[in-house]
């Protein structure tokens, strides 16, 4: 079974200094990894996302991810965080072996502070 | 692109009401769209995966009789909670396809959610 374990529930930064999110994930074939934040109230925005290829991605807003198949790690970072950050970043896993179904982490809180 | 509407954004309704959630994808076709539930703080659960044209699948403990689930276009995927109870109150999300492609390279994109809180 397919899983994804984001094993901070909260961190804390200040605008500016930079920012690493993890994400450990556990699938039986190759997997789709995505990043995806959402803001109170709302649904979730796809911030970048990883099928094949090259292992840095660049996503949306100057988040960059990197996979690591050795780790089975797919951490999200971005070099200055601006106050608008602040929000709930989902790491999610799918992929051949699920259909389109994603599996979720719990999901990291990241607050800003200025 | 690649926008997906979901509609009421928040509903109260009194027990033992049906409450219809829309979910529509405003500039493609979908073939898929999923339907998720999260608890406050809490990441979100895969209710159902709903394809056009045929019937919804549920995931496991996920009463299907309860959440009704109809996917009679390439655009619009409704939920309709049955017979809502207090408990049924929460967060519901849909998601949407593009059908383009390899439907298995394509990402999910998410409405902005339905507040349902049962009185």
């Known amino acids: 079974a397919q899983s994804v374990t984001q094993p901070d529930i909260h961190i804390t930064v200040s605008e500016g200094a930079s920012l690493e999110l993890r994400c450990n994930y556990s699938?039986?074939?190759?997997?789709?990894l995505f990043w995806y934040v959402q803001s109170p109230g709302q649904g979730l925005q796809l911030l970048l996302k990883?099928?094949?290829?090259?292992?840095l991605v660049q996503g949306i807003k100057g988040f960059e991810a990197e996979f690591k198949r050795s780790q089975s790690s797919f951490n999200l970072r971005k070099p200055s965080v601006h106050w608008s950050d602040a929000a709930e970043y989902f790491c999610?896993?799918?992929?051949?072996?699920?259909?389109?179904?994603?599996?979720f982490g719990t999901g990291t809180q990241l607050k800003v502070e200025l | 692109g690649a926008v997906v509407s979901q509609h009421p954004s928040r509903v109260i309704c009194k027990s033992g009401t049906s409450v219809k959630i829309e979910c529509r994808s405003l500039?493609?076709?979908?073939?898929?769209m999923f339907w998720y539930r999260q608890f406050p703080k809490q990441s979100l659960m895969l209710m159902a995966t709903?394809?056009?044209?045929?019937?919804?699948?549920?995931e496991q403990g996920v009463e299907k009789d309860k959440f009704l689930i109809n996917h009679a276009s390439l655009t619009l995927s409704t939920l309709t909670v049955t017979s809502a109870h207090p408990e049924d109150s929460s967060f519901y999300i849909c998601?949407?396809?593009?059908?383009?492609?390899?439907?298995?390279?394509?990402?999910?994109?998410f409405g902005d959610g339905t507040r349902l809180s049962i009185l």
């Open positions: 998601s949407a396809i593009p059908y383009k492609g390899q439907p298995m390279n394509q990402p999910q994109h």
């Open positions: 699938y039986g074939a190759t997997p789709y």
């Open positions: 990883y099928f094949s290829g090259d292992t």
């Open positions: 999610a896993v799918g992929g051949t072996g699920g259909g389109n179904k994603l599996t």
């Open positions: 500039d493609f076709q979908a073939t898929t």
């Open positions: 709903s394809n056009e044209g045929s019937k919804a699948t549920y």
